[in-house]
């Protein structure tokens, strides 16, 4: 079975930056486009960023381009998303979230639970 | 961006009861267009892709719709394990866009 697990969240200050992973099993994961999305407290979900199977090409959210990047290994089967300059807007829930092709980030077929982020001073 | 509208975007209903959301694209997404399930706590689930195929698992009184920009998500007899958060979203374009979500409550 299919299996990504997020890790890395916490409590971070203005300003401060994180870096999520996401560990996947059940897969051959560089067949695979990976996603990060988002759900602030009681809100609804938001796309942050997209990443093809290869890493080759990635895709940013006006919301968070220029602060975040996304990578991965897939040596490790490992998903990335490295966040700076982070601010209150950016607290969430952060999903690790599986495409359906190497190049299909859009259409997400498998969430991990989430890694909580929350950015307080 | 594509905006996502759906409607309604709280609804209560009765074990029992067929209900139907809605999900309007602010332009054409032709029929990429996702409907997901999600709990309280926990991460969503897909059950219908390309607007009307029901994914592996997902019960047949489920179902989608779609008429041009409009698209419809119908629960046939809703089972108390339905009542959930649900949205809509279009893969057409990236950035892929959510709905709003719309609760669904016990009456």
């Known amino acids: 079975d299919v299996q990504v697990v997020e890790s890395g969240g916490g409590l971070v200050h203005p300003g401060g930056s994180l870096r999520l992973s996401c560990a996947a099993s059940g897969l051959t994961f560089s067949d695979y486009a990976m996603s990060w999305v988002r759900q602030a407290p009681g809100k609804g979900l938001e796309w942050v960023s997209g990443?093809?199977?290869?890493?080759?090409?990635?895709h940013y959210a006006d919301s968070v381009k220029g602060r975040f990047t996304i990578g991965r290994d897939n040596s490790k089967s490992t998903l990335f998303l490295e966040m700076n300059s982070l601010t209150a807007g950016d607290t969430a829930v952060y999903y690790c979230?599986?495409?359906?092709?190497?190049?299909?980030?859009?259409?997400?077929?498998?969430w991990g639970q989430g890694t909580l982020v929350t950015v307080s001073s | 961006d594509i905006q996502m509208t759906q409607s309604p975007s709280s609804l209560s209903a009765s074990v029992g009861d067929r209900v139907t959301i809605t999900c309007r694209a602010s332009?054409?997404?032709?029929?990429?267009l996702n409907w997901y399930q999600q709990k309280p706590g926990k991460a969503p689930r897909l059950l219908i892709s390309?607007?009307?195929s029901l994914q592996s698992g997902v019960p047949s009184r489920f179902s989608g719709g779609e008429s041009g920009t409009d698209f419809t998500l119908t629960i046939s007899s809703l089972q108390p394990e339905d009542f959930a958060t649900y949205y809509c979203?279009?893969?057409?374009?990236?950035?892929?866009?959510f709905g709003q979500g719309t609760k669904l409550e016990i009456k």
């Open positions: 979230a599986k495409g359906s092709s190497g190049y299909n980030w859009n259409d997400v077929e498998f």
């Open positions: 990443i093809t199977g290869s890493g080759v090409n990635t």
């Open positions: 332009g054409s997404i032709k029929s990429y």
């Open positions: 979203q279009q893969s057409y374009i990236t950035p892929p866009t």
């Open positions: 390309a607007a009307s």
